[in-house]
């Protein structure tokens, strides 16, 4: 198995000294350095640590051998595609769940920006964090395992407002719940 620490540390812009402060407990950079190298055994206990650290699931900082990573290769700029000075690997969705639960939700019919297929990536927030989220599109958790979905327009500390993505629809008003969960990411295959 090949190490990826050093690639998802470099695609995140972070130096061995900031991983090693964002271990807990913290440690130095030059172990940070010496697991990256291969010089240190990463164990279970180390890859779990670093990868709360780099804020992604521990499977990603290994792969295999026989199968290469997703790999960026180019940019798309106002001037068009450029090819980047060395490929590099992509970080898929699960690196997205910086500070809360990863959930996913599937498209089955087009409504709004929304084609069927698509999948959207969400990240849960606590309600303390709600009002950050205002114009977002969320998830909500509704009585009896049921969900809804759409634009929050409005809240307060008792409800919640959501238009639903479509022309047509109607607000969505719904007391407050435990947790919504904001859109990160569109999956979408052309």
């Known amino acids: 198995m090949i190490n990826r620490i050093r690639d998802i540390r470099r695609e995140k812009g972070l130096t061995l000294a900031d991983v090693a402060a964002r271990c807990a407990p913290p440690t130095t950079p030059q172990t940070i350095g010496r697991l990256e190298t291969g010089m240190r055994n990463l164990s279970l206990v180390w890859m779990n640590r670093i990868a709360a650290a780099l804020a992604v699931e521990p499977e990603l900082l290994l792969r295999g051998e026989s199968r290469p990573s997703p790999r960026i290769v180019a940019r798309l ?5 450029e090819a980047l000075p ?3 690997d992509a970080i898929l969705p699960s690196a ?3 500070d809360g639960a990863l959930m996913a939700l599937a498209v089955e019919a087009s409504a709004g920006e929304y084609r069927a297929g698509d999948q959207i990536w969400l990240r849960e927030v606590p309600p303390e964090r709600f009002s950050r989220l205002v114009n977002r599109d969320v998830l909500a958790p509704r009585p009896g395992g049921r969900f809804a979905f759409g634009r929050l ?3 307060d500390k008792v409800r919640i407002a959501l238009l639903p993505p479509g022309l047509g629809q109607r607000q969505i008003v719904m007391d407050q719940p435990e947790w919504l969960a904001v859109a990160d990411m569109l999956v979408r295959r052309l």
């Open 77 to 81: 700029t106002e001037q068009g595609a």
């Open 153 to 155: 327009i409005d809240h």
């Open 96 to 98: 997205l769940a910086e």
């Open 86 to 88: 060395a490929p590099r």
